[in-house]
Nanobody, 123 residues
């Protein structure tokens, strides 16, 4: 069974940090770009970050630049999203998705998706 599994979400105070992880099961991530997306209640899903299959290219939505860092360890078959200086507006369900290359911020076209992990930034 091919699937992605996210972990690392939780409740954190504003200014805090979390590290999300996306692990693949049933396939290797070596050939896939991985995107992180989030969806807040009542809002559309938005792309947060993406990393190319070899990790040479990364991209971030403007609102998280300088605060979030995406990285991958193909030996471990994982992609992480380090989130720092978190803000309440970063709250939402975070999903990872896989495709041969990074696509648009809507998430359309990605082949595999995880079930999501919830991030709540609140005091």
């Amino acid at each position: 069974q091919l699937r992605l599994v996210e972990s690392g979400g939780g409740l954190v105070q504003p200014g805090g940090s979390l590290r999300l992880s996306c692990a693949a099961s049933g396939f290797t991530l070596d050939y896939y770009a991985i995107g992180w997306f989030r969806q807040a209640p009542g809002k559309e899903r938005e792309g947060v970050s993406c990393i190319s299959s070899k990790g040479r290219t990364t991209d971030y939505v403007d609102s998280v630049k300088g605060r979030f860092t995406i990285s991958r360890d193909n030996a471990k078959n994982t992609v992480d999203l380090q989130m720092t200086s978190l803000k309440p507006e970063d709250s939402g369900i975070y999903y990872c998705a896989a495709h041969l290359m990074c696509l648009g911020s809507s998430g359309k076209g990605y082949d595999y998706w995880g079930q999501g992990t919830r991030v709540t930034v609140s005091s």
